[in-house]
């Protein structure tokens, strides 16, 4: 007797929890009736389900009890009648939809009509009158599981299977449809059952990595995720294995700790150096469902070297946090620059410049959770040294303004400079920090200034004077013949050639009147020779080719078989 009631026991508990897992909705049409003649249209509820008309004429048949849906072939086109009842899809659930139904067909020898049932609609129409079928999609809407023949004379049950929905969706589609040639029809449904498989139970753990940092402790708190919230959770174990390293509740943990809820708080010391992986395993009726593994790593702490990253004489260089037991050795990219680290090993070291420059001091770290080594570049610069100005000042050709440029000898990278000028008692400030600046002066006397720092001091300020003076060579427009004018076009000169023409003034003499361009000599600013023509066509207007000139000023002189002219011209 006893074992008939364990048995029993078991087979109620089975049954319960099917029930929770697998549910059922049905619509039972042949209690349900309408006055309208489109019976979905306006909406109407059945079973706290919307049903609305999407495609042609829902109709109800008041003797047989079912929803009627017409369809039938017009000129080659399809017509059909289709409508949706709200329901909740869920994703990655399946279902199992069973219609009863049977066919109406005019002769025994008609085609037989199809159901289509699917979670998208295949409507062409609005379903919004009386007027019997509209058109309805028969090509790209099927496929292998959503459509069924229906037959003739009696009501029969017709399975159609929705597996692993890939998204939610909110209402199922129940449509008629002829087959190709068929002729008029009608399928008329008495009960539509849909029955909920949700999907196996599955349970995630985050975080599904965990690392820490050697040398400090950790604290993580692990959450179980019941994806498709199935029933009967009764309780979860935790798996850490033995000497796992983790503490729970302040304690050592032990190989497996169960819990009532989906969580758990572990935690390990600063100097415990190999943590195990975590996983759970949640309970529902005695079976036990395994998430995945949280994966435990150890990493090194990103501890800096402490201290100046500029040496001027001498600095101390420390660590801070390092993984239990670690010893460090500390070492150089490059010698002569600064002293050797002393001491060579432990938490702290010193050094003391030798010349300036650039290093990497390095601690090398041995620990358990690994080898490691941490850099830090120092600029060995000391206390600025004292420099004087170079300056090169070119002098002014006529009205082009000429750039001057300055620079600090001797110069350090790890320098910034601060440059002024004073011009008629006037001190004015030059942008730029470089050991190197260009400026545009105009003609007169001036002082420059500069002066340098780093984190270590600052120099003196050092300045040079200068006079920016009008060149020797420089010639005006003004041509030394007045008889013609000497003209270059364009000028400036932004293409590759320009006209050089000679033009008569109204003046000209009989004596001057046979003059033409014989030579033609560019020269730079000074007084270079650049280029050089001679013709013999005896023209007033030649073409000179400018385009190898770098931009600049120059001069052009033109010979005219008499007397030379001259005129400068820019080229861009």
């Not at 087979?11 to 909705?25: A, W």
């Not at 294995?241 to 708080?265: D, L, Q, R, V």
């Not at 006397?445 to 984190?455: C, D, K, L, P």
Request: charge should be neutral; include cysteine; charged fraction near 10%.
């Amino acid at each position: 007797m006893k074992k008939i009631l364990i048995k029993i026991c078991f087979l109620f508990l089975g049954i319960l929890f099917s029930d929770r897992l697998i549910s059922q909705t049905v619509f039972d049409y042949s209690v349900f009736s309408t006055s309208q003649c489109n019976a979905f249209n306006p909406s109407v509820i059945v079973n706290n389900s919307t049903h609305t008309t999407t495609c042609g004429t829902v109709q109800y048949d008041n003797i047989g009890h079912g929803i009627t849906l017409d369809n039938n072939v017009i000129s080659s086109f399809n017509y059909g009648t289709e409508f949706k009842l709200s329901f909740n899809f869920k994703q990655s659930y399946s279902y199992t939809i069973k219609v009863r139904a049977e066919a109406i067909i005019g002769t025994p020898s008609d085609p037989w009509p199809k159901l289509r049932i699917d979670v998208n609609g295949a409507s062409n129409g609005s379903g919004a009158f009386c007027n019997g079928p509209e058109s309805i999609n028969t090509t790209t809407s099927l496929n292998n599981y959503n459509n069924q023949q229906i037959a003739p004379v009696t009501f029969s049950d017709y399975t159609f299977n929705i597996i692993d929905l890939s998204t939610a969706m909110s209402f199922l589609y129940v449509a008629s449809f002829p087959q190709l040639n068929g002729s008029s029809s009608t399928i008329e449904i008495s009960k539509i059952t849909i029955t909920e498989t949700p999907p196996p139970p599955t349970f995630t753990l985050s975080p599904n990595s965990i690392s820490k940092v050697c040398g400090t402790s950790l604290s993580k708190t692990f959450v179980v995720t019941n994806v498709y919230g199935t029933p009967g959770v009764t309780g979860y174990t935790w798996n850490l294995g033995a000497n796992n390293g983790w503490k729970y509740n302040g304690t050592a943990a032990p190989a497996t700790i169960n819990t009532p809820t989906g969580t758990i708080t572990l935690t390990a010391d600063d100097c415990i150096n190999a943590l195990s992986n975590v996983t759970a395993t949640a309970l529902i009726g005695g079976t036990g469902y395994n998430t995945n593994v949280a994966v435990t790593t150890l990493s090194n702490p990103s501890t800096p070297i402490n201290g100046s990253s500029t040496l001027c004489d001498a600095g101390t260089y420390s660590l801070g946090t390092l993984p239990c037991g670690a010893t460090v050795t500390w070492s150089l990219s490059q010698s002569g620059i600064v002293t050797s680290p002393n001491p060579l090993t432990g938490l702290s070291t010193s050094l003391s410049k030798i010349v300036d420059g650039s290093v990497v001091l390095k601690a090398n770290v041995a620990s358990a959770c690994g080898n490691y080594v941490i850099s830090k570049p120092i600029d060995v610069a000391g206390v600025p040294a004292d420099f004087s100005i170079q300056a090169n000042v070119p002098c002014q050709p006529g009205k082009i303004v000429q750039s001057s440029t300055f620079t600090v000898i001797p110069s350090s990278s790890l320098m910034t400079y601060h440059w002024r000028y004073v011009h008629n008692g006037v001190s004015t400030a030059i942008p730029g920090t470089g050991p190197t600046i260009t400026k545009k002066f105009g003609l007169g006397s001036y002082q420059i200034f500069a002066w340098g720092e780093n984190t270590c001091g600052e120099t003196d300020e050092s300045s040079v004077q200068f006079n920016v003076l009008p060149c020797q060579n420089s010639m005006d427009d003004a041509d030394t013949a007045s008889a013609y004018k000497l003209t270059v076009a364009p000028n400036p000169v932004s293409s590759n050639k320009a006209t050089v023409s000679l033009v008569a003034s109204n003046l000209i003499s009989k004596a001057e009147s046979d003059r033409y361009i014989a030579n033609v000599i560019v020269v730079d600013k000074f007084g270079n020779v650049k280029k050089q023509y001679n013709f013999k066509d005896k023209e007033l207007n030649q073409q000179i080719d400018f385009s190898s000139l770098p931009a600049d000023v120059y001069y052009v002189k033109v010979y005219d078989g008499q007397s030379w002219h001259n005129t400068s011209v820019i080229v861009q």
